[in-house]
């Protein structure tokens, strides 16, 4: 019988979604289940998203450019210097989400074998990505205790040898809601510019910023060739079923090198482009009252957790997820106890297990992520159940 590739025994399952089918059968059952282990938010995704689909005048739903859509370049680019970010539609590659931009990012800048620096916990998707890339993440922890700050510069050159190819950083961060401050950033520019290491800074999360500010790594002069940004409308706009992201490359190479990557697989969403061409086009006040709200959804999560004896948890400063250290011997144990054999009023809750965040075997299993993606009425009673499940699991 033929064998399947290292690379597909390999993958890793998603922490994310593995526990889905506990959820289907407790749901069958009639319990509600609060997702609070995926960054789907619940706001309505804008009108003129949808009116802009509806009226794209084609009889033919044709591929698009490799490149991507001329409009939604064009968009896309002003809406970064609205940011005060230097970027034209030259320098810009649609992307199908957020997570092939990284994907083409490893594909970009290493060969199999090579290694990319990470900062567990980190999203847990570069793990499956880096298995598709044939390359290896290699992790330096940052803790709970610290609000998951990054070490010092002396810390992360010691993970560098003669097949680092790179860092990844998330700002403001998946999943533990960490702003880097402007002196963390500075540090890692100045690394990468010493060592001609190349960065790939996923920005999907770049105006959730509740404390701090929002910072780009294109705000950074002197690197532009060692820099890739990976970003996405999925979480801005709440279209994360749209597809839609793009790479912000102004190394030429590399930029002909994604665009080749991009003609491999044709084309990005074409209807959505122009869906998104809508989006980045609403008001300036459309993501402040967005980051407002998400803001409140914050204070609600991080009041309930701190209500539980035990818990470790820094108030996050950004993003809409909290990494919390719970006082649970397994997370992953818990969260199939809390959708099998727990509810409150026949309702339950369901977060990430922490351990599927971390490259290093036996870290995060005490932990897991939070996504306060529901509205502020479901989130107070969601922390209530959470506390009775936490307390009726430790006394089993």
């Known amino acids: 019988m033929p064998q399947i590739s290292n690379r597909a025994d390999k993958i890793q399952e998603s922490p994310i979604r593995k526990f889905i089918p506990f959820a289907k059968e407790a749901k069958q059952k009639g319990v509600q289940v609060y997702h609070l282990n995926i960054g789907q938010p619940d706001i309505e995704t804008p009108p003129e998203f949808w009116q802009a689909i509806q009226n ?114 998330c700002n403001p961060n998946n999943p533990t809601g960490t702003v880097f401050t402007r002196s963390e950033m500075q540090m890692l520019v100045d690394l990468i510019r010493d060592h001609k290491i190349f960065i790939i800074s996923d920005e999907a999360y770049r105006e959730f910023v509740f ?55 044709l084309s990005a969403p074409v209807l959505e482009q122009f869906g998104a061409v809508a989006a980045l086009g609403l008001g300036s006040n459309y993501l402040p009252e967005i980051i407002s709200e998400y803001k409140k959804r914050r204070d609600i999560v991080f009041e309930g957790v701190m209500n539980i004896k035990g818990v470790v948890c820094q108030k996050p400063a950004g993003a809409f997820y909290a990494m919390v250290k719970l006082p649970i011997s397994n997370a992953e144990n818990f969260v199939k106890f809390m959708l099998t054999e727990f509810s409150v009023d026949n309702k339950t809750v369901m977060v990430a297990p922490g351990a599927g965040f971390y490259a290093t075997p036996g870290k995060g299993l005490d932990e897991c992520r939070i996504a306060y993606v529901l509205n502020t009425d479901d989130l107070i009673d969601a922390m209530k159940i959470l506390k009775l499940g936490i307390e009726a699991f430790n006394n089993q």
């Open 56 to 169: 794209y005048s084609s009889k033919v739903l044709a591929y698009g450019d490799s490149q991507g859509e001329k409009e939604y370049l064009e968009v896309l680019a002003s809406y970064y210097q609205r940011n005060n970010l230097v970027i034209e539609p030259e320098h810009i590659v649609a992307t199908t989400g957020g997570s092939e931009a990284i994907l083409f990012s490893f594909l970009l800048i290493t060969d199999p074998g090579d290694n990319i620096i990470v900062f567990e916990p980190f999203y847990t998707n570069y793990n499956g990505l880096a298995t598709q890339a044939g390359i290896n993440l290699i992790p330096i922890e940052t803790k709970v205790e610290d609000g998951f700050h990054l070490p010092p510069r002396e810390v992360i050159e010691k993970a560098i040898n003669s097949k680092t190819r790179g860092i990844i950083i």
């Open 211 to 265: 404390e701090g500010e929002p910072i780009s790594i294109f705000d950074f002069p002197g690197v532009d060739d060692l820099t890739i940004m990976a970003d996405s409308i999925s979480k801005r706009f709440s279209v994360c079923g749209a597809r839609i992201g793009n790479l912000v490359v102004k190394n030429k190479k590399i930029h002909s090198a994604a665009i080749k990557l991009g003609q491999a697989r």
